[in-house]
């Protein structure tokens, strides 16, 4: 989720620019407001690292629109994770800071890469151990589709069709200093198994 | 809203050792994965629902030869809030009192699959031992006078969360310092991590040479006070009594404990710990306990967030390829 750029991989194509996300948080927040017919009882939740990002961006959006503040919290889903009994060592497990109550709101998770979903299936137990939303929405900035579970996005910023052997790498001003989607393949396409270059990916989910 | 979105991004550092057994091998980036990893195990026990399921289907054996309430109660309640499976094993009523080594019984319960052991016992060295022969990570919860690892990783956390940093700071550990694991193992934590450590005791309780652990001696209480960010207390233990190492514990309270009126000597933010159990109006006395400089509850607390953290990282360790065992 939160890895840089690694050799094996090179740019394929650049989908999208700075002002390409800046309108798609827009445009998200615009639909979330019609949808959910305004703020009230509305919180954001982000998934660590990069969609914690586009949640703050996202709650500044909704309150410029608005005019109210909307809560937003950060979520780590990596003691969730269902391969933790499998990779060794341990991913660095970052502190959950959700400063509210959850139970009876209307939450909205976003997360930057919407893949396999099985981070989101992660999520959706973390929260719940949280407490009891009224009801969970998911926001993502983008969907590469090949889903493993049965989970889908509510708001999407963009569909990228892609292949296994593909990934997209989300750059963001606040850690990566630049502003981008960047879809990148290897630089011999590998004949062999998709899950491998997964694991590689570092897209747990 | 001062959410830390982005988090520390660059952690290189990953935890590798199967079992913590002691601070003296640990380097002081690796202390300070623990530390870091405990702050975000921290808020799990605020919870409404205090459990996560990390080390679901994990077992945990908290083997001790040794009586102790609190460090196993926080063990097992930190491998129960991560949704393993524990088991208590109190020597007295093991086979061990029937003549069973302690390697045999490391071998019987490795038959049964268990993942990590817990393990604390009166002699130096035991869980080092262990730890050579089973194949299980291994967690070293006190071994004679040598270490108590975990105990000093909390007490290094409550500094750091209470003065925002370890190095540079004045920290005296006060008490029977030749009979303490806990100021073994705090020494080399806290001097690895940069502070000034003085340790101050009657010369009965003092180990010779152990300016060489890089800390500086004083006989007088007064000094190691004045100046101190951090008084460290220790218990003295009536058993020890026998060996006449002090003339009586009134005479130690007269010359060591800790009161108010010593306390006057001490920065005006200093803090008090202590690893427990209080033996109160000895070494300190109940004003100074309950007094507005005490964390000796805060690092309770944070002891369970640290025994969290290291149960996580030993359990992500990369299996070796079978061990002896």
Known sequence: MDQPSTSGFHE????????????????????????????????????????????????KELEVIDRHPVPVGVLDITLYRDDLSRIAPNPIVHAT??????????????????????????????LNDLGRPRTIQLAVLVDRGHRELPIRADYVGKNIPTNLQERIDVRLNELDETEAVVLEAHEVAPPDAPRASRARNGENA | M????????TQALQWTKKDLLGLRELSAEEIRLVLQTAESFREISLR???????LRGKTVVNLFFEPSTRTRTSFELAGKRLSADIVNIATQSSSL??????????????A?????????????????????HATSSVINAGDGAHEHPTQALLDL????????????????????IAHSRVARSGIWGLTKLGARVTVCAPPTLLPTQIEQLGVRVTYQVEEAIRGADV????????ERQEAMLVPSLREYRLRYGLDRERLAHAKPDVLIMHPGPVNRGVELDSSVADGPFSVILDQVTNGLAVRMAVLYLVCGAPKVDEGEA
Do not use: C, W, Y
């Open chain 1, 12 to 59: 394929k194509a650049r989908v999208m620019d700075a002002e390409a996300i800046r309108r798609a948080i827009v445009r998200i927040a615009h639909e979330i407001l019609e949808r959910q017919k305004g703020t009230a009882d509305l919180a954001l939740v982000g998934i660590r690292t990069r969609g914690a990002l586009l949640a703050q961006r996202l709650a």
């Open chain 2, 2 to 9: 001062a959410l830390t979105a982005a988090g520390p991004a």
């Open chain 2, 157 to 176: 956390f409550t500094i750091q969360e209470k003065k925002g940093r370890i190095e540079g700071l004045n920290v005296s550990i006060i008490g029977d």
């Open chain 2, 112 to 132: 049964l699959k268990v993942d990590i052991l817990v393990i604390r016992h009166a002699a130096a060295g035991v869980p080092h031992l262990i730890a050579r």
């Open chain 2, 48 to 54: 409404p629902i205090k459990k996560v399921p990390a």
């Open chain 1, 97 to 126: 800071e959700i400063p509210f109550d959850v139970t009876d709101l209307r939450l909205i998770l976003v997360d930057d890469v919407l893949f396999t979903g099985r981070t989101i299936r992660a999520a959706l137990n973390a």
């Open chain 2, 231 to 238: 008084l460290m207390l220790l218990r003295i233990q009536h």
């Open chain 2, 97 to 110: 009192s029937k003549g069973e080594t302690v390697l045999d019984t490391i071998r019987n319960l490795e």
